[in-house]
């Protein structure tokens, strides 16, 4: 997808989509993507892009999980590219019931790969992301102002989503997920009442383009549906063959702290 002043360079990950926003003379790579990722992540950005990792100025993550963020730390230590995050992303592994969660999450991360068929790789990676830049609800985007996070909790606390405005393009992460042309909630929702207020502010953004981590289509025109049918399907609550992931999300301390909206 191609604007003025950069191309959107959609990046099949191991089991999700990262997007590489591509300027004249710097590059930022939209969410942290797995642990797998790293080689071709580099092998793209060198080969197909044709420019020295160098370029990379900045990993934009949207929250913790290994599917999003497994791959930003590596990348940071190989590579020198610094890691901008929500400010309080390392509460969420935090401790002895982080510990627990982060191994829970990885192992969901692993059962989700092995569903889409996806080759037998390691996802574990450090727990703590470390940012070099702690990003709030509206916090541009240290070097790429024309980008703004989004505090979008629901999944977990601290997520966010990315927003052009200039161009109306969003990154909404796991916000909204594409199965087989149906937008579905993430699994879990551990804040159902934050995360419809999270869709509904997106509703109220009205984005011309919704850029998915999870979904079968690179760029999706927006429309009302994306909103009112996860909304609608958070309603109903999670279906009984789902709740076991529900269960084993909740080891977290930052869970237990903000059981009201649960």
Known sequence: MKFKEFKIHHFKGYVQNNYIVEY?????????ASRPDVDPLHKYITKTLNSPVEKVKLFAVTHCHPDHAGAAGIFKKRFGTPIAAPHDIDEWYHGFRGTLQHLSDTLQSRFMARKLKAKHRVLYYNKRIGPDFK????????GFEDWEAIHSPGHTMHNISFYNKKYG????????IDSRGKFLPPVPVLFPELMKQTLRRIGMIKPEYLLLAHGGQPFYKFNQ??????????????????????????????????REHA
Do not use: C, Q
């Open 24 to 32: 004249k003379d710097k590059i930022l790579i939209i969410d942290g």
């Open 135 to 142: 990003l709030y609800d509206r916090s541009v985007l240290p």
């Open 225 to 258: 549906k994306m909103i009112d049918d996860p909304i609608r399907i958070i309603n109903a609550g999670p279906p009984i063959y789902i709740r076991l992931f529900y269960f084993i999300s909740k080891f977290t301390n930052v869970y237990r702290k903000n």
């Open 169 to 176: 393009i969003l990154y909404v992460s796991d916000t909204i």
